[in-house]
C-alpha cells in the first residue's frame, strides 16, 4: 500500500505529461524547466504542483477531500504539499548534491 504522501504524489502527476514521457531521461527533460540537465528541488516541487493546481478547484491553496481523487482524503494545502515533495526529493538525491539526474529521477524513494 502507497503511503499518503507518495499517493498524493502519483495521483497528481500530470496525465498528459506521463503519456510523453518513454524514458527517464524524457522525465527530466519535461522537468528540467532551466535546461541545465538536472532537476532542482523548485523544479521537482513545480512540475508535481502542476496536478495539484489544476485539481484546487476553487484555487483556495487547499484541497479538501471533494477536490482530491476518489472524494476522499484529508485536506492538504500547497505548501504542505510542498513540503512532503521536498522530503521526496531529499530520499531520491542519493548522491546528495542537490540536484536529481535521470538515474536518481527514476529510482523509487528510500
Not at 507518495?6 to 505529461?17: F, G, K, N
Amino acid at each position: 500500500m502507497l503511503r499518503r504522501g507518495a499517493w498524493i504524489v502519483a495521483a497528481l502527476l500530470p496525465l498528459s505529461a506521463l503519456a510523453q514521457v518513454r524514458d527517464p531521461g524524457a522525465y527530466l527533460r519535461l522537468m528540467d524547466a532551466n535546461h541545465d540537465g538536472k532537476v532542482q528541488l523548485s523544479e521537482y516541487q513545480d512540475w508535481l504542483c502542476y496536478g495539484f493546481d489544476q485539481m484546487d478547484r476553487n484555487h483556495d491553496g487547499v484541497l479538501t477531500p471533494d477536490e482530491q481523487p476518489g472524494g476522499r482524503g484529508k485536506a492538504i494545502t500547497r505548501d504542505a504539499y510542498r513540503a512532503q515533495l521536498a522530503d521526496q526529493f531529499r530520499k531520491l538525491d542519493r548522491n546528495r548534491d542537490g540536484t536529481l539526474d535521470a538515474r536518481e529521477l527514476a529510482s523509487p524513494p528510500r
